[in-house]
């Protein structure tokens, strides 16, 4: 019973290096997401996908790519890494956009030194 | 715009002690309204909802119920436990394809 599954768990990088956030969900949802969680600063919705074949920007997208490559399926790319996105990055999934109940991965922390 | 605000934290209480973290929202529309958890080193996981004006959601024995008038949902239980420890987000939903708005989060810490 996987649920969301988030790999990898934790990450270093250097500033200016690349990396992708992957992200599967076995539930045959529609919708997936993906946030970042800061102190003080709670969720931030970065990108999501309302269903396959599309994405839209959230809050704070910013030096984030994400591709939804099925329906399972949902990753996170940073192209050139920055430490401001030092972070716990959160992969979620929902039967739909509007229905509310979302489905988390257990985090990514990624460090940018 | 749509939005939530939480009672900032961080509230520490001792055990079986009674629990009310606040929250009020601003929503064009009618949310249906939704209390997630996050226990330490995991993700949020949904507690409880309410999908309209009145109604009570209520799980693990915190309760919350959506006062329209009020714009309120506030968390409550009546006997915390150190296993309550946690993070609590409120969040609302929208009909439509808008995702979830959350609240910044209230830490609760529950020492025995």
């Known amino acids: 019973n996987a649920g969301v599954t988030q790999t990898p768990k934790f990450q270093v990088l250097k500033t200016g290096q690349s990396m992708t956030l992957q992200c599967a969900q076995d539930m045959n949802h529609n919708s997936m997401y993906w946030y970042r969680q800061d102190p003080g600063m709670g969720l931030r919705l970065i990108y999501y996908s309302a269903s396959e074949g599309t994405t839209d920007k959230g809050e704070v997208p910013n030096g984030y790519n994400v591709s939804r490559l099925n329906k399972r399926e949902f990753s996170l790319r940073l192209e050139s890494a920055a430490p401001s996105q030092t972070s716990v990055y959160f992969c979620?999934?929902?039967?739909?956009?509007?229905?509310?109940?979302?489905?988390f991965g257990e985090g990514s922390r990624l460090t940018v030194l | 715009g749509n939005s939530v605000t939480q009672m900032e934290g961080p509230v520490t209480l001792s055990e079986e002690a009674f629990l009310t973290i606040n929250c009020t929202y601003t929503a064009t529309g009618y949310p249906s309204l939704f209390w997630y958890v996050q226990y330490p080193g995991e993700g949020l996981q949904l507690l409880l909802k309410a999908t309209k004006a009145d109604d009570k959601g209520s799980n693990k024995g915190f309760e919350a119920t959506y006062r329209k008038e009020t714009t309120s949902f506030h968390l409550e239980k009546g006997s915390v436990q150190v296993s309550d420890s946690a993070v609590y987000f409120c969040a609302l939903s929208l009909p439509g394809n808008t995702p979830l708005v959350f609240g910044k989060g209230t830490r609760l810490s529950v020492i025995a």
């Open positions: 979620a999934s929902s039967p739909g956009t509007g229905t509310g109940e979302l489905f």
